[in-house]
């Protein structure tokens, strides 16, 4: 995934151009702004766009926007936020795709804080006929030793097999975890999906 947040419009669609389908933004107000053109205009020059997901915080009051922008929310990492997407995500064509985050690193507040409350989580996502689940994500401490980001990710593993196991009828396949600075090591631990945005784009601007 490239990580497109705080990109101009001209950057990603550069990055469209050389191949890249699947995009990751923080807010919801500036994929709104970005992303309808773009779509229109890849398609039309033959190089349709894959994907758009949410991968920061979201704000209850951004749900509603956010299920009819986005193909995939990330960042779910409250039960709040799952009630209101799935109050919304009945208007969509098609289910919308989520992954629940876990906190599994002392800097990031956001995602659930054990794999008790995943379990929680998941039983009320795969209850919501306008969500599915697609796995989980995760962000490991940043600055932090090897050891702690290797921990940070085979936490994640772990939760999946949990999951897997209490709910197989789901598909929990999904591994968001890893961006510029630990994707090698993300990848050794078994990441299905990278978070890459300076290594792409190179520094952000805001």
């Known amino acids: 995934m490239a ?19 699947l995009f990751g933004e923080n807010r919801v107000q500036e994929a709104a702004e970005k992303f309808p053109a773009l779509t229109a205009r890849s398609a039309a020059a033959g190089f349709p766009l894959r994907e758009v997901h949410m991968i920061g915080s979201l704000q209850r009051n951004k749900a509603k926007a956010a299920s009819r922008i986005f193909d995939c929310v990330q960042s ?16 969509r064509e098609r289910p919308l795709a989520v992954l629940l985050e876990l906190h599994t690193g ?3 507040k956001s995602g659930f804080p054990d794999e ?5 989580a998941a039983e009320q996502v795969l209850s919501s006929p306008g969500l599915t689940a697609g796995g989980l994500m995760t962000m490991a401490p940043f600055n932090a030793a090897e050891s702690s980001i290797r921990a940070s990710f085979r936490a994640l593993v ?3 097999r949990t999951l ?10 999904c591994l968001s975890m890893g961006m ?27």
């Open 158 to 160: 772990h939760a999946q």
């Open 76 to 91: 779910l990492d409250r039960e709040e936020i799952i009630t209101e997407l799935a109050l919304h995500a009945k208007e």
């Open 116 to 120: 008790e409350a995943l379990l929680r």
């Open 3 to 21: 990580v497109s947040k705080f990109q101009p419009a001209a950057k990603i669609e550069e990055a469209m151009n050389s191949g890249l389908r």
């Open 164 to 173: 897997a196991s209490h709910f197989p009828q789901a598909d929990w396949s």
């Open 180 to 206: 510029s600075g630990d994707f090698e090591i993300a990848v050794e631990e078994g990441s299905t999906l990278l978070r890459i945005g300076t290594a792409i784009f190179g520094e952000r601007h805001q």
């Open 106 to 108: 002392e800097i990031s």
